[in-house]
């Protein structure tokens, strides 16, 4: 998850120059609902895609599907900036979920449901397999419930979420957890914590990348270990520091390692236990 700027497209004139053509199976219907799409663009921008003040436009069914087609398969020399957010927008994490898979575009507001922001660039949302995974959930039973917009939520800056360890220390249940049930925006980041980032992938890759930390722990954290015999808290010391690198490299306090670490770090039997277990591989 990080805040980005959506990306810099002129998407009237994508629309318009669609509308026009003739030979595209959308035609007429497209340029008849033009200006419907139109002011749903500027409700879009003037809303931050707030899906609790936006009503889905009630397009023709024929439409919807030829708008929906254009986004699967472009048509010539249109639409360009699609391929281009999907690939080529400067992250390296997925802006969604703050996991390290790429590839896809999330429709923020879903096109199944909203098809006339199938191809409006504030709607697309690089991201990795979450996108499946979430399917067309966008809000909850009530405001503020729902995801969150890394084109326009600022409180992104802020970190939102911590692993949270139960059990035994070699195989522990690893969960995450909002970390501030106070934030101001808590029922948005908790929705979108629901929503968005807990799935089997998310859950896989914490207990994977945990079960490395204990095979080699000396060898990924080497950079930000002392070279002395380690306490819990210079341990944790050398945690924070490791998590800081992590949220420099990825520009943001919301990726997965970032999420790990903190809360690790608040786990302090969990800190001295993994002290021990480096200072013994030293010995």
């Known amino acids: ?141 009530a405001t503020p419930q729902r995801v969150i917009h890394p084109y326009f939520d600022q409180f992104i800056g802020d970190q939102l979420y911590q692993a949270k360890f139960d059990g035994d220390f070699e195989s522990p249940r690893i969960s995450i957890e909002v970390i501030d049930e106070n934030h101001p925006n808590f029922q948005t980041i908790q929705f979108h914590l629901e929503t968005v980032i807990l799935n089997d992938s998310t859950q896989g890759w914490f207990e994977k990348y945990w079960g490395q930390l204990l095979v080699r722990p000396e060898r990924i954290l080497k950079l930000v270990l002392p070279n002395n015999q380690l306490t819990e808290v210079t341990l944790s010391s050398s945690l924070q520091d490791y998590k800081e690198a992590k949220d420099d490299e990825y520009d943001t306090p919301n990726n997965w390692f970032s999420m790990l670490y903190s809360g690790l770090i608040a786990d302090v039997p969990r800190v001295k236990e993994l002290a021990n277990i480096i200072n013994r591989r030293r010995t």
């Open 1 to 141: 998850m990080k805040i980005t700027r959506p990306p810099i497209v002129d998407d009237l004139r994508e629309l318009q120059g669609l509308a026009n053509r003739t030979a595209l199976g959308s035609y007429p219907k497209l340029m008849q609902s033009y200006v419907a799409i139109k002011d749903q663009y500027a409700a879009y921008s003037q809303h931050n895609g707030d899906p609790w003040k936006l009503n889905p436009t009630n397009l023709d069914t024929e439409l919807s599907r030829r708008i929906k087609g254009h986004y699967d398969k472009p048509p010539k020399d249109c639409l360009t900036f699609i391929p281009e957010t999907r690939y080529e927008m400067p992250t390296l994490i997925c802006l969604m979920c703050g996991g390290f898979g790429m590839g896809t575009l999330d429709h923020y507001l879903p096109k199944d449901i909203y098809p006339e922001f199938a191809l409006f660039s504030e709607n697309l949302v690089p991201a990795c397999n979450c996108n499946s995974l979430r399917g067309t959930a966008h809000k909850g039973t």
